[in-house]
Nanobody, 126 residues
């Protein structure tokens, strides 16, 4: 069982930055691939970024590449999403997700993940 709790969302002006955090409980975190997804009103949940259990592989959606950075700390059981140069179209609820017993592979679909946090709202004003 893995429990995920996101924090760090808020209201920011376009061009600003936010750092999202996801705290994970459970002994399987260090063996889990971790992803960030987002869902805007009226839209489907979409992939943002993913990091493998050993941080060796990272992948970003084209829409955030060069602006967002995903990282993790397996000692603290934390995963982060640093978001820079934010745009109004980044406005969404952001979710972290865990795929347990997944050490090397990259997963891009929400259906690939086993556990989800409750989400944190990010609003970017123009």
């Amino acid at each position: 069982q893995v429990q995920l709790v996101e924090s760090g969302g808020g209201l920011v002006q376009a061009g600003g930055s936010l750092r999202l955090s996801c705290a994970a409980s459970g002994r399987t975190f260090s063996n889990s691939g971790m992803g960030w997804f987002r869902q805007a009103p009226g839209k489907e949940r979409e992939f943002v970024a993913v990091i493998t259990a050993n941080s060796a592989s990272i992948y970003y959606a084209d829409s955030v590449k060069g602006r967002f950075t995903i990282s993790r700390d397996n000692v603290k059981n934390m995963v982060y999403l640093q978001m820079n140069s934010l745009k109004p179209e980044d406005t969404a609820v952001y979710y972290c997700a865990a795929r347990i017993n997944s050490y090397y592979s990259i997963y891009l679909k929400s259906s690939d993940y086993d556990y989800w946090g409750q989400g944190t709202q990010v609003t970017v004003s123009s």
